[in-house]
């Protein structure tokens, strides 16, 4: 049996089946350093008037924003978002939805991305800022760091 992933993230076995990107229609496209793309359909994610909910912005935005500072805290490392701002330039009532998402700033510690969201004809209908608290894993660490804070502590 394959374990689930989103884009490179291994899918905790335990909630599989309960992850809201499957629920809203997400799929990865591309996932590295620097850029990570995604797509969402509008169906299946409109308010009572049949226009896409601002809400799915926000989840497609996060998800795309939320992989990215996962793949800079590299192997080992966590991710967890502080802060999303959306902003909804236009509605859109059909077809799928495609977010891009690219780094501000990224450090050891924190990083902010902005994720575009463009619809079928690649215009912008929401542009969303996400801030996220990096903890780096092992892995990624620079060891010259390391030393310097060993070096600091032994000559107290």
């Known amino acids: 049996m394959s374990r689930m992933t989103l884009g490179p993230v291994p899918v905790d076995t335990d909630y599989e089946l309960e992850q809201l990107t499957q629920r809203m229609g997400i799929e990865i496209q591309t996932c590295e350093p620097g850029r990570v793309t ?27 924003g939320s992989l990215a500072a996962l793949v800079h805290a590299g192997p080992g490392g966590s991710a ?51 801030t996220c608290v990096i903890r780096r894993g092992t892995a990624r660490r620079r060891t010259g760091h390391s030393q310097d804070a060993t070096r600091r502590t032994e000559n107290r």
């Open 38 to 64: 995604g797509t969402m359909p509008v169906t299946g994610n409109r308010q009572p008037i049949g226009i896409l909910h601002g809400g799915a912005n926000a989840v497609l935005a996060e998800t795309l």
């Open 80 to 130: 967890v978002g502080v802060d999303l701002s959306c902003t909804h330039h236009r509605w859109v009532s059909s077809g799928t939805l495609t977010g891009e998402c690219r780094p501000l700033y990224e450090r050891q510690s924190v990083a902010s991305y902005q994720i575009a969201i463009t619809d079928d004809s690649g215009q912008r209908t929401c542009t969303a800022l996400l």
